[in-house]
């Protein structure tokens, strides 16, 4: 009752759960066969910066525009073309709007 | 009983649209007696449509409601001239997505809009444009369908505009009202030229008539580019980032619905009014042009967003091309009925109402974001997570799901799309499933921007009991969707399918009789 027929085979997603929490279990109990005997909240298991000063934690965090910025970058010429069609400005809106008008009009009109 | 199972089609509309004429009369009361009328309203509208939908997927045609007596054709005549409620699986499926937005919307407003003026208004446009959506997908009439399509317009400007202290609101609010305006002038315009070639304006009665002739052919573009529009489909997109982005949190997630009403009166003008009157091939192929463009540029303006509800905006357009891609290639072999046409359909339709829940649920938890960091701009956002963990915990739901991260509910519907368009042409499912990886790549950004990493202020005030209540119904309307969806699809969405995609005799029937 919970699996569904895709067209080209079955998708069930509690046997994939079940499988997913078996995996998790082995993670975990790989985990659990590591080293105990490192002292809880001292320097060992605070990240290793050497010799400089630490600086302040919300200078650290990675912010939105920070991320993926290669990948826009790389795709610039794209990204260029795109931005500019999103104006803002509404006639724009409307230039959009009447010109897929008159493209499905074409093609419903050609049709028998 | 009988009598509410029998009137429910009519009450869906009827409570909501009083509730709304009412509530700002009880808000001159009292505020709190408000805003449990507007409450009890919610949950009557949820159970009515319950009753709706029940009533529906246990019967084997579509029921009719007349207003005004019972024969849907009166005696000797050989039209219907009542107005007529029709409502078959696709239509109760719609009225499922919409009270579930609309009940967790509501509840989750009521805290949220809890210390700003103007909840009288709020309440009453909110219940007008929930009785709009009811409309649009229960109404048998065309000319009917554009009154509730107006209605629900002037309902949701009324909100996108609704914090009327700020520019952007006003501006988003002029921008789609215009945008909507003119989508309903063509719609009246298409209604027109074919109530004057045919003489009606029932839907069946149309459908049962209809030739494909020019002046057919023209209202068919009219309507086709005017509903696209108003789902949102690229390149008419643009006023969707503006109204999600500048409405209120919990209206943005009934925007989502409303969008949804449009692609619903898109699919059952294709499907039932026009059939095969028309090439269903090339119909089909102008939805999956459209559902192609609407994926890729959706999701690739959705990556550079800054702002948090911009970015949720842009993401649920890409999510429209989803289901567009879907019905498209369900409709473009419609003519052959080839078995994986029917996957298509299933997993199109599928895909609106989990898209509904998970866009909601994002929606809903940008909202309890924005109030805890004071800012929409992620920049400016860093760990949240501290202090709003469940809505972290949320968001990270609502962001799987969308992306079609197993076992979400979004997962099984976009399998669904991929293996069945994979069948129809290869090249159809390896973009959308571009899509979806670009999809995780911007909620990974949101989710490292917003929540993880050190507190960049005060503490963050965590979302209310109500909020709370309604993020976790929507989360868990995901979760359930995705473990079971076998239960759903078999349930809900396949007679939904089945009434777009071979019911259009039994629509035309439950009318015209024969």
Known sequence: MNAINTGFGIWSPVVWTLLFLGVLGIGFWIWGAGRKDYKKNSDQTKPFLAGNEEPDPARLHVSGDHLYWGMTAGLRAYYDRIREWHTGVLSDYFAWFIGVLAVVFIVIGLLR | ?514
């Open chain 2, 1 to 514: 009983m009988n009598a509410l199972i029998f009137n429910a089609p009519v009450l869906l509309i009827a409570i909501p649209l009083l509730g709304a004429f009412a509530v700002p009369l009880i808000g001159r009361i009292s505020v709190p007696l408000r805003r449990i009328f507007t409450g009890l309203i919610a949950l009557l509208t949820t159970a009515c449509a319950g009753l709706v939908a029940a009533h529906v997927f246990t019967s084997a045609a579509p029921i009719t409601y007349v207003l005004g007596g019972m024969a849907t054709l009166p005696l000797g005549m050989h039209f219907p001239i009542r107005i007529i409620l029709e409502v078959d699986g696709m239509s109760a499926f719609m009225v499922i997505l919409t009270a579930l937005v609309l009940i967790t919307a509501i509840f989750y407003s009521f805290p949220y809009w809890r210390r700003r003026s103007g909840g009288n208004m709020y309440e009453a446009l909110f219940l007008l444009l929930g009785a709009g959506i009811f409309g649009m997908e229960l109404t048998g009439d065309l000319f009917n369908f554009f009154v509730f399509l107006e209605i629900t317009s002037i309902a949701a400007c009324g909100l996108i505009g609704f914090r009327a202290w700020q520019g952007k609101s006003q501006e988003a609010a002029f921008k789609t009202m215009t945008l909507y305006t003119v989508s309903g002038l063509f719609v009246l315009l298409a209604i027109g030229l074919l109530y004057g070639e045919y003489d009606g304006l029932n839907i069946a009665y149309l459908a049962a008539h209809i030739g494909g002739s020019m002046v057919d052919k023209i209202a068919l573009g009219l309507l086709l580019t005017a509903l696209a529009m108003k789902a949102g489909a690229v390149p008419m997109h643009m006023w969707a980032p503006d109204a999600y982005g500048e409405a209120p949190a919990p209206i943005a997630a009934v925007l989502v619905a409303n969008s949804q009403a449009s692609l619903y009166g898109l699919f059952r003008v294709l499907f039932t009014l026009y059939g095969l009157t028309i090439s269903v091939t090339a119909l089909g192929w102008i939805l999956i042009t459209l559902a192609l463009l609407t994926i890729f540029v959706g999701v690739t303006m959705a990556l550079i967003q800054s702002d948090i509800k911009r970015l949720i905006a842009y993401g649920a357009v890409s999510q429209i091309g989803y289901m567009l891609l879907g019905v498209g290639v369900g409709l473009a072999t419609s003519a052959g009925h080839q078995p994986f046409g029917l996957v298509a359909m299933q997993g199109g339709i599928f895909h609106m109402i989990n898209d509904a829940a998970c866009v909601g649920l994002l929606f809903l938890s940008a909202g309890a974001v924005i109030r805890a960091a004071g800012t929409r701009n992620l920049n400016r956002m860093g760990g949240l997570g501290h202090d709003l963990p469940w809505t972290a915990v949320f968001f990270m739901i609502g962001s799987f799901a969308l992306a079609g991260i197993p076992p979400f509910n979004g997962f099984a519907s976009k399998l669904m799309i991929y293996e069945s368009t994979f069948r129809y042409s290869p090249i159809l499912a390896v973009i959308a499933i571009l899509g979806s990886i670009l999809l995780l790549a911007v909620f990974v950004k949101v989710f490292q921007s917003a929540f993880l990493g050190p507190r960049l202020g005060a503490p963050a005030a965590r979302p209310s009991g109500w909020m709370f209540a309604a993020m976790g119904t929507l989360a868990v309307v995901v979760i359930a969707f995705g473990l079971f969806p076998g239960f759903f699809v078999h349930t809900i969405v396949t007679p939904a399918a089945k009434a777009l995609w071979m019911g259009r005799d039994a629509y035309i029937g439950a009318v015209m009789g024969g």
